[in-house]
């Protein structure tokens, strides 16, 4: 198993953190996929009012956080993150690691400072939130380290104003309703795994971008079902009601996705959907073993790397 394989995250419950030592943290960082995403409406301040699902994977990233006294922090990746993936994340104020630990280091004393070490797994605009988990992550792992009194609703506010998916990687749960521009969680039970299986096409998507080509559809559907579908436990009808309004103003922006998803049914001989504003595409299984004989089966037919994505 590699140091990114999308399973690796299982152990100890794929997301949450554990001292490694007095002097350094290490938090894992999960990703997310939307199993329903609608599009309600655009809003004044520019962003589209949501409906969404969104389960946590146990894919992540690692961070390890290293206190010291020099009143900065600095952000490097891990030996090991793939080369790929450096030059696709910035290590400057643009990393969302680092405003989100710049924001708590406001709320301490001038001195707390941190080294952060990121193990990279998850690719840029995927759609699986990889950059959001990051932000939580560093929130929680921040406030740890730095012995802060700050509450979860306090974290939950500046999660919610550096991005949309913040909170519910934040909020630990395994899958919620999210509304508002997303930030918004209702927590749904979940009993039972969920198992994909995605693959990325070389080319990641702008949400921004993707947003800024959609509207509101005209026949409005409702999360209501697929969150059925998970309260209930009934994981074989999740891909009866599987939808992304976003799915096609990306397809639109990126044929090689749009081609991707079309190779990938008929590989498998099952529907395949995009997760958030994609480029990550995914199918549904039964089983961990049927997850796995669909990856063998995408990796061997299209010659992609295919991951298992367990919730
Ligand atoms: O909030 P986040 O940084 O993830 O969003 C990235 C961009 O995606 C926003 O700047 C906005 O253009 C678009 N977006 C949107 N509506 C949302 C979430 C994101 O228009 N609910």
Avoid at 124 to 143: D, M, T, V, W, Y
Avoid at 153 to 178: K, P, Q, W, Y
Avoid at 245 to 252: D, H, I, K, V
């Amino acid at each position: 198993m590699s140091e990114c394989d999308a399973t690796a995250g299982a152990v100890g419950g794929g997301c949450g953190w554990r001292a490694v030592s007095g002097e350094r943290l290490v938090v894992q960082s999960a990703s997310k996929l939307n199993i329903f995403l609608e599009v309600l409406g655009r809003r004044e301040d520019g962003y589209h009012e949501l409906d969404t699902v969104m389960v946590r994977t146990r894919f992540c990233d690692t961070l390890t956080l290293i206190p010291d006294f020099s009143g900065s922090v600095r952000l490097r990746f891990s030996d090991s993150t793939p080369v790929a993936l450096r030059s696709a994340v910035p290590l400057d104020g643009r990393n969302l690691i680092l405003r989100a630990a710049e924001q708590l280091r406001g709320l301490g004393d001038s001195g707390c400072g941190a080294e952060i070490i990121l193990h990279k797994c998850i690719p840029p605009e995927s759609g699986l939130g990889g950059g959001s988990g990051n932000a939580a992550a560093a929130l929680l792992g921040c406030r740890q380290i730095w012995k802060l009194s700050v509450s979860d609703e306090r974290l939950h506010e500046i999660a919610a104003g550096l991005g949309s998916d913040i909170n519910f990687l934040l909020s630990g749960v395994r899958a919620a309703v999210c509304r508002g521009r997303g930030e918004q969680i209702q927590p749904l039970p979940l009993s039972g795994s969920l198992y994909f299986v995605a693959v990325r096409p070389g080319r990641g998507n702008s949400t921004a971008e993707v947003f800024r080509r959609t509207s509101a559809g005209t026949e409005r559907r409702t999360s209501a079902e697929v969150a059925r579908c998970l309260t209930e436990g009934r994981a074989d009808l999740l891909e009866s009601c599987i939808f992304n309004r976003l799915t096609e103003s990306a397809a639109g922006l990126n044929s090689e996705m749009a081609d991707l998803q079309i190779r990938f049914q008929h590989a498998v001989g099952k529907p395949v959907f995009m997760s958030g504003s994609g480029s990550t595409v995914f199918a549904v299984c039964r089983s961990a073993r049927e997850a796995r004989e669909v990856r063998q089966t995408v990796e061997r037919k299209l010659r992609v790397v295919a991951w298992s994505l367990e919730v």
